[in-house]
């Protein structure tokens, strides 16, 4: 296999779980080529058992994070069995990068699901209203993608310990509304430098 399925960045350890992503975020790094330094198009999705080859030794990580090139929760069955075998091997932190829509484009709740075993959830909130997060995303799911971000914040805050909500810094959006919707939910909140 040429391409990446586990790397490690600043310690952390990343797990490439698939390629799909149902928005188009203009600034999604995947439209640069540079992309994270490691080649994440995948030539197939990858079994719970290849993720876990490519990890290795879990036990030497703090923290360990499931992602892409791709929206990770639209397999959220892969995310469970991976960390059910990782919290059996190690005690790192298991975090989510999602844009918190897998739950509408599945059509399926799992969130109860990953109680236990994710410790974060870091939803790109990435806009402070729904009309900038359609025109920053273009969500295939509608023009109502932005609520059900807001709705998957709110649910995930009980079911896993730590949610975080982020967003790129762009001119479009306004940071400060972001923080506030971040602080009604009781979510922390984290702005993400713009890469180009
Ligand atoms: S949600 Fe993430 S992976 Fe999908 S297009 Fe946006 S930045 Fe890229």
């Not at 807001?150 to 730590?162: D, H, M, N």
Request: proline share 4%; net charge negative.
């Amino acid at each position: 296999m040429g391409f990446t399925l586990a790397y490690e960045l600043d310690g952390i350890l990343y797990l490439n779980v698939t390629n799909r992503c149902y928005n188009n975020c203009t600034f999604c790094i995947r439209k640069n080529e540079k992309g994270v330094g490691y080649d994440l198009w995948l030539d197939k999705e990858p079994t719970a058992k290849e993720i876990l080859e490519a990890a290795g030794d879990v036990s030497k990580y703090e923290e360990i994070v499931f992602c892409g090139y791709g929206e990770p929760l639209l397999r959220p069955d892969i995310v469970e069995t991976v960390s059910k075998k990782i919290k059996k091997q190690s005690n790192a932190k298991l975090r989510i990068n999602t844009n918190g829509l897998a739950e509408k484009v599945l059509d399926l709740k799992f969130l109860e699901d990953l109680s236990g075993l994710i410790d974060i959830i870091s939803i790109s909130l990435n806009a402070h209203n729904a009309e900038t997060y359609y025109k920053l995303s273009q969500p295939s799911v509608g023009s109502d993608a932005f609520d059900h971000i807001l709705e998957f914040a709110r649910r995930s805050k009980k079911y896993i310990p730590r949610v975080i909500l982020t967003v790129v810094n762009t001119p479009e959006v306004d940071i400060e509304q972001c923080r506030r919707i971040a602080q009604d939910i009781d979510a922390e909140f984290r702005v993400r430098p713009h890469l180009t």
